[in-house]
């Protein structure tokens, strides 16, 4: 039994390396640098920041300031050009492309949006612009949003309509509990002779705050 495993591990020996060294040389001969410059079809001008990706890898660059670039792609990838101001363009490195270096000028035309026209005319009169203008609705921005989030009349609707979460509901009856304690086998002040609470008693009052709410 043991000899045919001496011949097979001696078999491996010799060949794995071969076949390791086989498949290093054939991804070694798939790596290309692909590299050039990317610039303007009308005026050959090189152009800054373009994002050049592989599809379905994650790979990619942009150009320089002077639209030059450089990557390492593999034999056979699709490469895209892309702009936010030009068309984008797809390349394919070819797959029997002899050697390791592919350089290329790749030319990006220009992006041209046309926006639908816009007629501006004036208001007939004086009179009927201030009037427009007067009665004009404008959206709030953030901070008039947030002052009126704020403001003291929201705050108390939502006092009174949020309830309360797990943790103020336990300090509450937490403090329920500890007042109890510290007045046990005493008769607990009466708020009916402290001039705070009448005090707060009369603000209340004038607010509305015992008005019944239809």
């Known amino acids: 039994m043991k000899k045919p495993v001496f011949l097979i591990t001696t078999l491996l020996i010799f060949l794995l390396p071969n076949t390791l060294k086989a498949q ?10 692909l590299y050039g410059i990317v610039m303007t079809a009308d005026s050959l001008v090189g152009i800054p920041s ?12 942009i150009t320089n300031n002077q639209g030059v670039f450089s990557i390492v792609v593999l ?31 790749q030319l990006l035309i220009e992006d041209t949006v046309y926006l639908p026209a816009t007629i501006i005319k004036r208001r007939p009169t004086a009179a009927q612009f201030a009037r427009d203008f007067a009665n004009a609705k404008i959206d709030d921005d953030d901070l008039e949003t947030a002052r009126k989030n704020t403001s003291i009349a929201a705050r108390r609707a939502l006092l009174k309509s949020t309830p309360h979460d797990g943790l103020e509901a336990s300090n509450i009856q937490l403090r329920t509990i500890a007042t109890k304690a510290y007045y046990a086998g005493q ?3 009466q708020n009916i002779f402290n001039p705070a609470a009448w005090g707060e008693f009369i603000q209340a009052w004038k607010r509305g705050d015992f008005k019944k709410k239809n």
């Open 187 to 189: 008769t607990p002040p």
């Open 24 to 33: 290093f040389e054939s991804v070694r001969d798939s790596v290309v640098q």
């Open 75 to 105: 034999k056979g990838d699709i490469v895209e050009f892309t702009h936010v101001t030009y068309q984008s363009k797809i390349i394919t490195v070819p797959k029997n492309l002899e050697g390791n270096q592919y350089s290329i000028v």
């Open 50 to 61: 373009v994002s050049i990706v592989v599809k379905g890898q994650n790979r990619g660059t």
